[in-house]
């Protein structure tokens, strides 16, 4: 059974930075492609960051150079550090992976960013 569990989120001033975590299991994160998603009040969920089977990344232009999706085998985590956070960043983020058709998604952690 995969479940990911994601951590890491809070309210954090413009400026500041936050690291999202997501644990999996049932699934080893190093040979899956994972990615962030968040989705802001009224708006759809939106692709962040990804992180590909051989390790490429691939960023929303708001996000670039701000943003760092990592992953570390040894604790089958998956990290977004974000930095510079801004306001427009406020939203729920979640992790996601997609094994064959069926897309897994952990609980979501709230990221509120204050002016």
């Known amino acids: 059974q995969v479940q990911l569990v994601v951590s890491g989120g809070g309210l954090v001033q413009a400026g500041g930075s936050l690291r999202l975590s997501c644990t999996a299991s049932?699934?080893?994160?190093?040979?899956?492609?994972m990615g962030w998603y968040r989705q802001a009040p009224g708006k759809q969920r939106e692709l962040v960051a990804s992180?590909?089977?051989?390790?490429?990344?691939d960023y929303a232009d708001s996000v670039k150079g701000r943003f760092t999706i990592s992953r570390e085998s040894a604790k089958n985590t998956v990290y977004l550090q974000m930095n510079s956070l801004k306001t427009e960043d406020t939203a729920v983020y979640y992790c996601?992976?997609?094994?064959?058709?069926?897309?897994?998604w952990g609980q979501g952690t709230q990221v509120t960013v204050s002016s």
């Open positions: 996601t992976t997609q094994i064959a058709s069926t897309a897994y």
């Open positions: 049932g699934i080893i994160v190093s040979i899956r492609t």
């Open positions: 992180i590909a089977l051989g390790g490429s990344t």
